[in-house]
């Protein structure tokens, strides 16, 4: 009875990583209702005005746009808030009009280059100078560098998760051993990723502390999100699920 009762165990543990890791995947994939609540980070710049009015001593009309539906990337304005999942970006003039980017496999967190391409070529070398080279926010590259392969990390490791909750139900002697590998693999992959996304957010999140004209915050904030805490969660479930998959293989290796 007790491979069975760690077969269930196991099992339920494997579905519920396999739900979160679900939700986390669709983080930002468009603005509906459950992706638009969620997202891995998010880089608030309701406040960049002020900043830029302050650094210049002037004005900036146009800066931002108030139309929600003009595309992303043609220097039409910047919105206030931009939110990233794992396979692109959407960008918000408030929580609910909002529009979303080209979604792409294995996407790059690329923050500084997402809102030059937003900025208006008027505003583009000013937006380049205020913000502080010693900011990792200011190197789309090296935030790139670290997000791509904990994209991948997470992706496999949810092939993992989703292959040991599948080959587990069956009860074989075999499946316990590829269930018990699968869980294995995909929670050290999950650890690893989940730590480079939380490591890549937290470098990001020195743009919070620049300021302009010695006193004034740049008004550029980065902050994690759901997405990230779901994956963070899927780990602990999936590790979880890792004791009893190996126990219910014992138990059914001595029978």
């Known amino acids: 009875m007790r491979g069975e009762t760690c077969v269930a ?8 990583s396999v739900i979160l890791l679900i939700f986390a995947h669709v983080s930002q994939i468009n603005t509906s209702a459950v992706p638009k609540k969620l997202h891995l980070v998010q880089v608030n710049v309701t406040n960049y005005g002020v900043a830029l009015n302050a650094a210049t001593g002037v004005t900036s009309p146009g800066l931002y746009t108030d139309n929600a539906s003009v595309p992303l990337g043609d220097e039409l304005g910047l919105r206030n808030i931009y939110s990233w999942g794992l396979y692109g970006y959407c960008a918000y003039l408030n929580e609910t009009a909002g529009h ?11 923050p500084m280059d997402v809102l030059l391409s937003d900025t208006p070529e008027a505003y583009s ?12 926010f200011k190197n789309s590259s090296y935030l790139a560098g670290l997000t791509k392969p904990a994209f991948w990390l997470v992706f496999v490791a949810t092939l993992c998760a989703g292959g040991a909750l599948l080959i ?11 269930s018990s590998f699968l869980s294995i693999v995909g929670t050290i992959f999950l650890l690893i990723g989940a730590s480079i ?19 004034v ?10 997405g990230l805490w779901l ?7 999936l590790l979880l699920s890792t004791a009893p998959y190996t126990i219910s293989c014992w138990a059914f290796l001595k029978r």
């Not at 587990?168 to 590829?178: A, C, L, R, S």
């Not at 996304?197 to 010695?214: F, H, P, S």
């Open 231 to 237: 994956i963070w969660a899927a780990f602990v479930t």
């Open 197 to 215: 996304y939380t490591a890549a957010i937290d470098k990001a999140k020195t743009v919070n502390q620049a300021v302009v004209r010695g006193s």
């Open 9 to 16: 165990i196991a099992t339920f543990f494997s579905f519920v």
């Open 217 to 226: 915050p740049l008004g550029i904030e980065v902050s994690a999100g759901s």
């Open 125 to 136: 070398i000013q937006t380049r100078t205020l913000v502080p080279n010693a900011t990792a």
């Open 168 to 178: 587990g139900i069956v009860k074989n002697k075999w499946t316990f051993i590829i």
């Open 100 to 110: 979303c980017g080209n979604q792409t496999f294995a996407n790059e967190f690329r």
